[in-house]
């Protein structure tokens, strides 16, 4: 083992300017016993795995592999978060894992069936968009049959050389039987089972379910294959939660919330699981009224002003709600809409007649989680160029980087998908995004200040700001250009069907954290600030951090009796683990930078660039997360309705709402130079080694308790819990 850790201990491969890159690679990306028994992967390892994974699938030629490989190691150009986890792996070259490799897909709710594969995608890493729209759900049978539901024996009551692998149906008249399989495909079935059993016509009236988890391994094993830990915690009560939905609609159709809540508790238990993190996108109706007000009051106070949630709805926070509008929204649509965004942080709208115009007449909006992707029934596969990386004068460099982009998700177009839905979908309409991170650092590096100084005075249409927009259009172009060349040059050598949209921008929350770019098209959060990670406690990771030098703090969710926050991560009554890394944006010190508050940049100037990467980068739609002040929402309302009304390209977007008051222990928090300069100090200081991998080693004798990335590869997916 000493040998293997002297062969394996490096220089970090990260840059400097990401100090967060080797704790978020090791949590996310790194896979034990791979490469090495009992051991992560290193970054070539993974870069080993995936590359050689993406060229046999692609078929590619040696200089296409040879271009990969050096824009990956250089990391100038990615793969999506789900291929650097499983890509390469003898799971992911399984036709029924597949999915998988995906970042993110999107179902129509018409049958029974749906609700199950979008269990299965869950718990293969994949972000699950629902289209729960009137004519999709109408499909649905009507409720006839009510379920009496009980577990008749506990998890891991069965030796594990006798557990079933497959979910076993046992029929007696109205008895039902579900022996749960020990696997992915039991956990689903039995799932589907009990939804299917309540408009089943060859039983009648009251149905008993007898559901038996004997064969479902307990927590703490190992998941062979995918990777991470057993943990069903919440799977023996999804079966009574569903029933009760069910139960509840007897003698009609169930409506669109309802067939939410029955999504959303699958989603949860895979969460609960261990097995990933959420990533879930809803789309409803606009006149859809039920749906409107889902979340409304989901959390309640009682007279002692104790805050506890609805447990019927407490499943509704597994994804985001989106309401789609057919007809183009009045002002005062948009209006109530962001407002309502402000104050509860839901309601967006979606304008369908610009996804589907983009879809070339197929008639397609649906969304992906974080609505980054356009289609129907779909997969998307995305990779990531990282701009801050790449020379804003080297066209060449930028060129080959896009090049490696389109070529890594036009790989993936050689799959053919079991479900004939989806594998339908793909011969209909392929679909790939190549998306980018760091474009402000980029434009930073090209323009300079003034071009901030531009920023903060609202990005005007000057004389200047018209120079700098023209500038920004040449860039964005030439990029979607590229892509779109190279998509359909790919395709064409390998008879298949042309994708006609390539492009798309996602939140990038996660790999920008392997180069420290900011996120996306998004400004970065300031020139210096304090990024928090998530950890469970004692986590190796954690661990190895703290060797690093990082200091470790516990999460806003432990707090003693009187609700006050912990201060000691050790503390028997913490659970979480928050690491703090001071992070500083590579252009921070150039001359003038430090005077300008990126985080006051106004959400108006934010639209206005987030428009420009729309319109001229972007074929299917932008991830966007726009934040703005209580005095925006009429300014900002305005802006989006004259966007759709003028059909400047606009789909869907975010808003978050900016509060002055401080908060504790946030994802982000900006600090002076001083403060950042101190704590780097105090990091150097405290730090008991200069090499991660060989701090990790210390630690890192447990198995991965995530598998992988979330979906969408960000945090931008995950709601957080708020009041």
């Known amino acids: 083992m000493v040998q293997n850790i002297d062969r394996l201990r490096q220089t970090s491969p990260f840059p400097d300017s990401a100090p967060a ?88 709710v018409v049958d029974w069936r749906a609700f199950g594969l979008m269990m299965d995608l869950a718990m293969m890493g994949c ?90 391994r307990p927590a703490g094993e190992r998941l062979k294959g995918f990777g991470g830990m057993a943990n069903p915690i919440r799977l023996p009560g999804l079966y009574e939660r569903c029933a009760l939905i069910l139960n509840k609609a007897i003698g009609r159709q169930l409506n669109s919330i309802e067939c939410c809540l029955l999504i959303d508790e699958a989603a949860a238990c895979v969460v609960a699981g261990n097995i990933r993190r959420s990533a879930g996108m809803r789309q409803f109706d606009s006149e859809d009224a039920i749906a409107a007000g889902a979340k409304e009051n989901l959390w309640m106070q009682d007279d002692a002003g104790n805050w506890r949630i609805d447990p019927e709805r407490d499943a509704l926070r597994m994804a985001n709600h989106t309401r789609v509008f057919h007809r183009k929204p009045t002002l005062e649509d948009c209006t109530e809409a962001v407002r309502k965004q402000f104050y509860s942080g839901e309601g967006a709208i979606q304008w369908a007649g610009e996804a589907e115009r983009r879809a070339q007449g197929l008639g397609r ?167 928090r990670i998530t950890f469970r406690k004692n986590d190796p990771v954690a661990l190895a951090c703290m060797d690093y030098g990082y200091s470790i703090v516990p999460s806003q969710s432990d707090k003693d009796d009187q609700g006050n926050l912990l201060d000691d991560p050790f503390d028997p009554r913490c659970t979480e683990w928050l690491v703090e890394i001071p992070v500083e944006v590579p252009w921070a010190n150039l001359p003038g930078a430090d005077e300008i508050e990126i985080e006051k ?77 101190q704590l780097s100090a105090a990091v150097v200081q405290r730090q008991q080694t200069a090499d991660f991998y060989t701090a990790l080693t210390r630690y890192d004798s447990g198995e991965l308790m995530e598998a992988g990335p979330a979906g969408c590869d960000s945090d931008k997916c995950m709601l957080p819990e708020t009041k």
């Open 601 to 677: 940049f106004s959400a108006l100037a934010q639209f206005d660039f987030y428009m420009q990467v729309q319109t001229h980068y972007t074929a299917h739609n932008t991830s966007a997360t726009i934040e703005l002040n209580e005095a925006e929402i009429e300014p900002l309302a305005q802006a989006i309705y004259g966007a759709i009304a003028q059909d400047k390209g606009y789909i869907s977007a975010a808003l978050l709402a900016r509060f002055n008051a401080p908060f504790p222990r946030l994802p982000f928090e900006k600090i002076s130079k001083a403060t950042f300069e």
């Open 365 to 531: 909006y649906g969304l992906n989680p974080c609505g980054e992707i356009i289609g129907q029934n779909f997969h998307c596969n995305l990779a990531e160029i990282h701009l801050n990386q790449l020379d804003p004068q080297n066209l060449k460099e930028q060129e080959e980087a896009f090049t490696a982009g389109a070529l890594s998700v036009a790989a993936l177009l050689n799959h053919q998908f079991q479900e004939p839905r989806y594998q339908q979908s793909r011969l209909d309409d392929p679909i790939v995004g190549v998306s980018f991170t760091g474009l402000f650092d980029f434009f930073v590096n090209a323009f300079g200040v003034e071009w901030l100084r531009w920023w903060e005075a609202g990005r005007p249409d000057t004389i200047t700001g018209m120079a700098f927009k023209a500038k920004e259009q040449e860039y964005l172009s030439r990029w979607k250009e590229v892509v779109h060349r190279v998509v359909g040059d790919y395709c064409d050598r390998h008879g298949l069907k042309r994708p006609n949209r390539c492009t798309t921008v996602q939140p990038a929350g996660t790999k920008s954290l392997l180069t420290g770019a900011s996120p996306g098209w998004h400004p970065p959060k300031a020139q210096r600030f304090i990024r």
């Open 21 to 108: 890159a080797n704790s978020v690679f090791y949590r996310t990306y790194s896979r034990r016993g791979e490469k090495t028994e009992g051991m992560r992967e290193t970054w070539d390892e993974v870069c080993d795995r995936t590359l050689r994974g993406i060229a046999e699938l692609g078929n590619l030629t040696p200089a296409e592999a040879d271009l990969l490989s050096r824009m990956q190691r250089q990391i100038k150009s990615l793969p999506s978060g789900r291929w650097l986890w499983v890509g390469g792996t003898e799971w992911a070259a399984n036709p029924e894992n597949f999915s998988g490799a995906y970042n993110c897909t999107s179902t129509n």
């Open 127 to 216: 972000g699950t968009g629902a289209v729960l729209e009137p004519k999709y759900i109408a499909q649905l049978p009507a409720i006839r049959n009510r379920l009496n539901v009980s577990v008749i024996q506990d998890i891991g009551a069965v030796p594990a050389e006798q557990r079933l692998p497959k979910t076993d149906v046992v029929r007696e008249g109205d008895r039902i039987l579900i022996r749960v399989g020990d696997s992915r495909q039991g956990w689903v079935s039995s799932y589907q089972t009990v939804l299917e059993l309540s408009t089943d016509p060859s039983v009648t009236g009251e149905v008993t379910v007898e559901i038996d988890l004997g064969s479902v």
